[in-house]
């Protein structure tokens, strides 16, 4: 059927991608990609061979009207972003308003995506979780998000980039305490996957002691203070697992 696909692409391990997911872009008009360089290395080892155009963050506006009018006309185009679900944290927004706006059929297909992949594997509560995207550059201003959130009670979930992610963990000890629980995950779905668990503290002496930092990272705080008990009873533990398995 003519319309929008939204559709999920791999966060990093190639094959966390759908049957469906492969079938739609075999079968749509155009692709519409936030990097078609990115893109075309997941296309080229699938073997589709399909008109790509660009869709990003500056050209989202102009563009989105442009993919309407071919919608209108009947074509089939999806939209993929360089990794995971287009529309988290990604370009996607603008043109699923547009094509509602314009009467036009919108479909997710639904795959990898790097907060909810975090999420369920961090150990902390899933019952109620808040989506934050990226924190604020500045301490300033990421500080006051944070004290935001100290009393909301869900699990928070941020995207981090590498070179901030010390700054980022310094400011959550000092706003949650030095003993509040979060988990961090590093390269889901890739060669050098890693999740940590513990007090924030001792999250950050393990990335302390490290040479480089590296990576792709999310950062998930629990909604929840420190068990007090456990706390004192003996020196949370910390897991860390690297797991080369079906990779
Ligand atoms: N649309 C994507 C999704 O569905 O997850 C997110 C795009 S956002 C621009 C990119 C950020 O997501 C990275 O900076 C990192 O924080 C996080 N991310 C993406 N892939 C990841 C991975 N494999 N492991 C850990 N974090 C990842």
């Known amino acids: 059927a003519p319309g929008l696909y939204l559709v999920a692409t791999p966060i990093g391990n190639l094959e966390d991608i759908t049957l469906r997911a492969l079938r739609v872009l075999q ?3 155009r692709i519409a990609c936030e990097d078609t360089r990115q893109t075309q290395k997941l296309l080229n080892h ?10 990003h963050q500056h050209n989202e506006r102009s563009r989105s ?9 009947g074509q089939r185009i999806a939209i993929v972003s360089d990794a995971g679900t287009p529309g988290i ?7 699923v308003a547009a094509a509602i706006a314009a009467g036009i059929p919108v479909y997710p297909i639904p795959g990898a995506n790097a ?4 999420l369920i594997a961090s150990g902390l509560s899933t019952e109620s979780f808040t989506f934050h995207g990226f924190l604020p550059p500045k301490s300033g201003q990421r500080r006051t998000q944070l004290e935001s959130l100290v009393l909301d009670g869900t699990t928070h979930i941020f995207y981090e980039a590498p070179h901030r992610i010390v700054e980022t963990l310094e400011d959550v000890a000092a706003v949650f305490g030095a003993q509040h629980p979060v988990a961090l995950a590093r390269e889901v779905t890739k060669l050098h996957e890693e999740h940590l668990r513990g007090p924030v ?7 302390k002691a490290r040479d480089s930092i590296r990576g792709e990272f999310v950062l998930l705080l629990s909604g929840e203070p420190p068990a007090e008990e456990a706390a004192q009873a003996a020196p949370a533990s910390i897991a860390s697992t690297v797991d080369a398995l079906m990779k």
Not at 48 to 55: A, L
Not at 65 to 73: G, R, W
Not at 89 to 95: C, H, I, N, R, T
């Open 201 to 207: 503290s001792e999250i950050l002496d393990i990335l």
């Open 89 to 95: 944290a990604d370009p996607g927004v603008e043109v």
């Open 65 to 73: 009207d442009e993919l309407v009018i071919a919608l209108q006309a």
């Open 27 to 29: 079968s749509v008009d």
């Open 46 to 55: 699938y073997q589709i061979q399909k008109p790509t155009i660009s869709y």
């Open 115 to 118: 907060a909810i992949s975090a």
